[in-house]
C-alpha cells in the first residue's frame, strides 16, 4: 500500500494539494478551505483565480490539476472536499489517489479544523481506490514488472497536531489493509483457489495475529454430523473445510459469532447455471472472505470483543457424486431439508455452521454475511445489500455502522406468512421454496437454524455489492470487499 505520513513543516516538493469546498449561500463561487498551514499568498490567489476560471464547484472528489512552470510548486493540484463530512473526505481521497497515481510524493495541506474521523476516512479513500489485484508472479511475468502505478508512492498530510491523528491513521490503515485482503482473497480465479487454499492462505496470518485456529477436513466434518457442508462439497474432487478462527481478549464482555459463505466456486451443481451466470462465481465466497478479514483486523486493533468466525468453504461442482435435486440432506443438529435447487447451495453450508454455532460457541449474537442471492441485486440494484434481522435495535446498529463506512445496505422484512413456504413433505424444510421471494425466503431458511437465538440474528445478502463492475469512489472493478468496514465500525460497539 501507498505511504501516508502526518507532518507538521512540509519539505517542497510537487505537486501540492489544496483542498476546495463548494460555494456558501452568499457566494458565487467555491473557496479554499482553511489549511494548517497556509500556502504563500501568491500561491493562495492564483489557486482562488483558478476556482472561478476552471468553473470548479468544490464537489467532494473534484480535481484539477494546474502546470507552473519555473515556480514552485511547479504543479498544483485542488481538490473537492464537498461539505467535509467523512463520506465527502473518503471520496476524496479516492479521487486524488486516481488523479496522481503516476507521482511518486504528493503533500495534502489538511484544513485547520479537520477531525481525526475525516482524515481516517481520507486514508481510507487513497488506500482502497489505489489497490490493485495481482496474481501470484510467475517465471514469465514476475512480480510488479511492468504493472501500472497503483497511486501515488508517498502522500504527507500536513496537519497541525500530527499526534492527535495517529490512532484514526492506523485504524484507516488496518481497516483498508484488511479490505484489500478480503478483495484479494474474492478476486483470485478458482483455479488456484479451493478450500484447501483458502485454509492454506489464512492460517499463518491468523496464528500471527493471535487467533486460535481449527480447521474439520471431510472426515471430521462426517464424524460430526456436518451434512449441507458435505452435500456441496460432494460433487468436487477438492474436498470441503469448515475454518473456525477465535479472537478471545481477556477483557472482553460479548461474543459475537462471524459466518460467512465460502463457496470458492459455483457451477450450479446439477441445477448447472448459464454461461453467462457462471462467469464471476469465484467470488461466491466473498463472504467468507470479508468475515474472515473482519476478524484479522479487529485482532489487530484489539477490539475487546470475543469474536468466533466460522467460514464453511466448498466448491459446488457437476459430477456423478455431486448432491441432487430432491435429496435430502440433514444439517448439522439434526434438522433436514429437501433440495429443491443445488444452486441454493449457499444456504445450506451455513446452516451446518449456524446450527453448530448456536448448539456449541453460546455467543451473545450471530451475523452471518452470504453472497447468498440474485434476487439482492433485483430488489436493490448492484450496490446495497440486503439486511435481516427479528430485532429493531441490532438491526439499526448495524445500518449505522455501515453508512459510516460507506457501504450500503436496506432491511427487508422476514414475513410470518412466508413461513409456510418452506415446509416439505418429506423433511423438516424445503431448502429453496417455490413460491419466489428468493432473498426474503433464503433468511427465513437461515432463521430456522438459530434455535434460541433468532431474535439475536443478522443476516446480510450481499451477493450484488460484492462485486464492483468498474471503478467509483474507492471501489476499483472487481471485489470490493464488502462487509469488512461496516464490521470493523460495528464491532467496536459492542464492547
Not at 457566494?27 to 476560471?53: C, F, K, N, W, Y
Not at 472536499?81 to 463520506?87: E, I
Not at 479537520?114 to 517465471?139: C, H, I, K, N, Q
Request: with cysteine; net charge negative; aromatic share 6%.
Amino acid at each position: 500500500m501507498l505511504a501516508i505520513r502526518l507532518v507538521t513543516d512540509p519539505a517542497e516538493r510537487d505537486p501540492l494539494v489544496l483542498p476546495v469546498r463548494p460555494a456558501g449561500d452568499a457566494q458565487e463561487h467555491p473557496e479554499l478551505v482553511a489549511v494548517a498551514r497556509p500556502p504563500a499568498a501568491e500561491l493562495a490567489d492564483e489557486a482562488t483565480a483558478l476556482l472561478s476560471m476552471a468553473r470548479l464547484t468544490g464537489e467532494a472528489g473534484e480535481t484539477h490539476l494546474t502546470l507552473r512552470p519555473g515556480r514552485a510548486p511547479s504543479r498544483l493540484v485542488l481538490l473537492g472536499v464537498g461539505d467535509g463530512g467523512d463520506g465527502d473526505w473518503r471520496r476524496a481521497g479516492a479521487a486524488l489517489a486516481r488523479a496522481t497515481a503516476h507521482e511518486t510524493c504528493i503533500t495534502l495541506l489538511m484544513p485547520v479544523d479537520v477531525t481525526s474521523e475525516a482524515l481516517g476516512a481520507l486514508a481510507e479513500g487513497l488506500w482502497l481506490a489505489s489497490y490493485r489485484f495481482r496474481m501470484p508472479p510467475t517465471a514469465q511475468r514476475p512480480a510488479d514488472g511492468d504493472d501500472e502505478a497503483d497511486g501515488p508512492a508517498e502522500v504527507v498530510l500536513v496537519v497541525a497536531d500530527p499526534q492527535q491523528h495517529e490512532g484514526a491513521l492506523e485504524r484507516a490503515r488496518i481497516t483498508a489493509e484488511t479490505t484489500r485482503l478480503a478483495r484479494d482473497l474474492t478476486n483470485m480465479p478458482s483455479s488456484v483457489k479451493c478450500p484447501q487454499w483458502f485454509v492454506e492462505r489464512i492460517r499463518p496470518e491468523a496464528e500471527r495475529a493471535g487467533l486460535t485456529v481449527t480447521v474439520r477436513e471431510p472426515g471430521q466434518l462426517a464424524a460430526e454430523g456436518f451434512g449441507g457442508i458435505l452435500a456441496v462439497g460432494g460433487g468436487s474432487a477438492r474436498g470441503p473445510r469448515l475454518l473456525e478462527l477465535s479472537w478471545a481478549p481477556e477483557n472482553a464482555t460479548t461474543h459475537v459469532v462471524l459466518v460467512g459463505k465460502g463457496i470458492t466456486f459455483d457451477t450450479g451443481g446439477i441445477s448447472i447455471k448459464p454461461r453467462e451466470a457462471m462467469v464471476l462465481m469465484r467470488k461466491d465466497m466473498a463472504g467468507a472472505a470479508a468475515v474472515v478479514a473482519a476478524t484479522l483486523g479487529a485482532a489487530a486493533m484489539k477490539l475487546p470483543v470475543r469474536i468466533t468466525t466460522l467460514a464453511p468453504l466448498a466448491e459446488n461442482m457437476v459430477s456423478g457424486t455431486a448432491f441432487r435435486p430432491g435429496d435430502v440432506v440433514r444439517h448439522y443438529g439434526g434438522i433436514t431439508s429437501e433440495t429443491t435447487n443445488s444452486d441454493a447451495e449457499g444456504r445450506l453450508v451455513l446452516a451446518d455452521a449456524l446450527a453448530y454455532a448456536v448448539s456449541e460457541l453460546g455467543p451473545d449474537l450471530v451475523v452471518d454475511l452470504a453472497t447468498l442471492t440474485g434476487a439482492n441485486a433485483v430488489a436493490l440494484g448492484k450496490h446495497t445489500g440486503a439486511l435481516y434481522s427479528d430485532d429493531d435495535t441490532l438491526a439499526a446498529g448495524f445500518l449505522a455502522a455501515v453508512d459510516a463506512a460507506g457501504e450500503r445496505a436496506w432491511r427487508l422484512p422476514l414475513p410470518a406468512d412466508y413461513v409456510p413456504y418452506l415446509r416439505s413433505d418429506i423433511a423438516d424444510l424445503y431448502s429453496a421454496p417455490l413460491q419466489g421471494a428468493g432473498s426474503v425466503t433464503a433468511a427465513l431458511f437461515l432463521r430456522e437454524f438459530l434455535g434460541d437465538l433468532r431474535d439475536r440474528w443478522l443476516h446480510v445478502d450481499m451477493s450484488a455489492p460484492s462485486w464492483a463492475y468498474g471503478d467509483q469512489h474507492e471501489l476499483v472493478s472487481g471485489a470490493t470487499g464488502w462487509g469488512v468496514r461496516s464490521l470493523l465500525r460495528w464491532l467496536p460497539d459492542l464492547a
